[in-house]
């Protein structure tokens, strides 16, 4: 259960992005979340809101956009979303994937402010 | 005029840190020329006894170093000081993972010119280590026969962030009935083209492979030093 740092990171980040953008309230903060990130998002939802108590983003609120996984198949040459993170084969001719193209993003895209 | 709220486009990734922090580590590492590789799995699955083993047999050969993630005592940085190998441990409180500013305190101290080859054994956890590199250049996945065939699809992220399985206690691998080719099969399915190892620390079969494959490694970055053979430390690319 790291959820909970992965939440103090993006206060912190989220602060110092508004401090760097002169300041501002920040009504909410857009995440983009893949299936191999290695992040639950119900548990990091719930830490959000403990990580951001006592910050300049108290009451603001976490909106995850999950992001497909998406994968390179070398026998069809080409990207395919793939229904699980327990089988990365080519949904199409089973060929094991060669790279993983989407999936891994843990990213701060956008914050809702009012400026 | 009341004012409205307005979408500010920003795209940080969350763990730029640690990423800056490890990348910071990575360099300092080829600069000194020494080789990490770091090692995750279950509690219990035998990175310790698997660490002692490696350790003893590099000794003699390398100069070697080991860093130790737990989250109390010393126990597993007394057992591989054994190998009269310099060990640290590091303790991590209730934290579930080593992160690259801890692999950084720790090595305060030590000079990593006298160091060939540096083992960095993360906290006994399948999930949390995952999401944080720590400037390695190859991490091992281990797992031991008594775990279960379907360990790689009950922890596919932590499986498909490393480079390298290792299948450990293969010495009780008849007495637990594992289907070892079926265990191959899910580590492929999770990651494709993982080379795996099949060891015994106890009874030592397999290690000489494990080790081969180490010395090839590094005299395969000497001869590179620029490029990394984790391009991307998640990459889910084989380096065969």
């Known amino acids: 259960m790291h959820e909970l740092s992965i939440a103090i990171s993006i206060v912190e980040m989220t602060e110092n992005e508004v401090e760097l953008k002169g300041g501002g309230v920040v009504n909410a903060v857009h995440l983009k979340l893949g299936p191999l990130a290695g992040v639950v998002k119900d548990a990091l939802l719930a830490s959000y809101d403990m990580a951001a108590e006592g910050t300049t983003l108290e009451g603001s609120k976490l909106i995850i956009e999950e992001v497909p996984l998406v994968g390179y198949c070398p026998g069809c040459q080409t990207e395919s979303v793939l229904p699980s993170i327990q089988s990365l084969t080519c949904p199409r001719c089973d060929t094991p994937i060669s790279r993983v193209v989407k999936g891994r993003e843990l990213e701060v895209f956008a914050l809702e402010m009012m400026l | ?240």
Request: aromatic fraction near 6%; glycine fraction near 6%; charged fraction near 25%.
């Open chain 2, 1 to 240: 005029m009341t004012p409205k709220p307005r979408l500010v486009e920003v795209r940080q990734n969350v763990l730029k840190h640690n990423d800056i922090q490890a990348r910071a580590l990575r360099e300092r590492f080829r600069q000194a020329g020494a080789f990490v590789v770091s090692v995750v799995s279950s509690p219990g699955s035998g990175k310790t006894a698997f660490l002692e083993r490696t350790l003893e047999l590099l000794k003699p050969h390398y100069r070697v170093a080991a860093l130790v993630g737990d989250l109390a005592t010393e126990n597993d940085a007394l057992r591989l000081a054994r190998s009269h190998a310099p060990v640290k441990q590091i303790i991590t409180g209730t934290v579930c993972h080593l992160d690259a500013d801890m692999v950084t305190k720790a090595l305060e101290g030590w000079d990593l010119n006298e160091i060939e080859f540096l083992f960095i054994e993360n906290v006994g956890n399948l999930v949390c280590p995952s999401s944080y590199d720590l400037g390695e250049d190859l991490r091992l996945v281990l797992l031991s026969v008594t775990e279960g065939e379907d360990k790689p699809l009950k922890y596919p992220t932590i499986f498909n962030t490393a480079d390298v399985a290792v299948v450990t206690k293969v010495d009780l691998a008849s007495a637990v009935e594992v289907d070892l080719n079926l265990l191959e099969y899910n580590i492929q399915r999770v990651r494709p083209g993982m080379q795996t190892f099949h060891v015994s620390a106890k009874s030592g079969s397999g290690i000489d492979s494990w080790l081969q494959l180490l010395q090839q490694l590094k005299v395969r970055r000497r001869g590179n030093s620029v490029q990394t053979l984790r391009p991307n430390a998640v990459s889910s690319v084989g380096f065969s």
